[in-house]
């Protein structure tokens, strides 16, 4: 079984344990239900940088370390530095995250956040309603073209914005339907963790533009950035490239800072 196929696994007996004792009721209790949420894509829509910073302490391709901050230094320095939005990971057992580094985010920033989890179930974009999220993510590598529009149309209903993420070509072909706002190229496979720019280049022409392009993961200099925007991305994912450094934020800052020369 590969990685992710592992992953998926995993994350369905931990959605049944939690549902089975948080019930649905409770989450939409949560004054975030009554809150309206930031769009991210009329924010890359507007923005010359497009920079999604990420709240990642490791993964499964790499034992990224942050260098002990907490969530809400790494995340203020993000909105400081000019981040369009905030992907903060929700996974634990891959990735050391949880609900509470998004509750802890959406106390310290007002920018959109998005979170970052293999959503396999309605349950968990309330759990994200529930803890401040403004978008969601999809996996298509994990869903069914019927289950990416059954969870996009339940995230819109509660006003969250979706990002659909796709690795080649069937996996966009399948997925493409109205009920998505952002369509985001990963350029890391998830089952070998090959990491390759081409990946965004490939498919950006196959992507409507009705879509906000964005691409996502190694990128790791502005030249990458300036070498994707013609092809029509207007946001770019960046996690680990912030994230093994000393200070978050303060590479982020450098970051948009150049990108903006
Ligand atoms: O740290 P990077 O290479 O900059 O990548 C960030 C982000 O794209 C990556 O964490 C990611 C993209 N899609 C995912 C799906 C699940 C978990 C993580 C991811």
Redesign the pocket.
Known sequence: MNILDKIIVDKKREVILKKSIIPVSQLEASVFFAKETISLSQNLRNSNSGIIA?H?RR?PSKS?INHGFTVEEVVKGYESAGACGI?V?T?GKY?GGSLDDLLLARASVNIPLLR?E?IVDEYQILEAKAHGADLI?L?AAVLTREEIKLLSEFAKSLGLEVLL?VHNQEELEKSIMPTLDMI?V???N?KTFE?SLDFSKQLAAQIPDEFVKVS?????SIEAIQELKPYGYKGF?????F?KTDNAGKAATEFIKQLAL
Do not use: A, P, W
């Not at 996502?216 to 790791?220: A, C, D, K, L, P």
């Not at 994912?237 to 490239?241: D, H």
């Open positions: 990420e990642k993964s990224v992907s990971l996974d990735f970052k293999f993510l996996i993420e985001g990963n350029n890391r998830l990491v996502e993961s190694g990128i790791s994912l960046i996690g680990e490239n994230m």
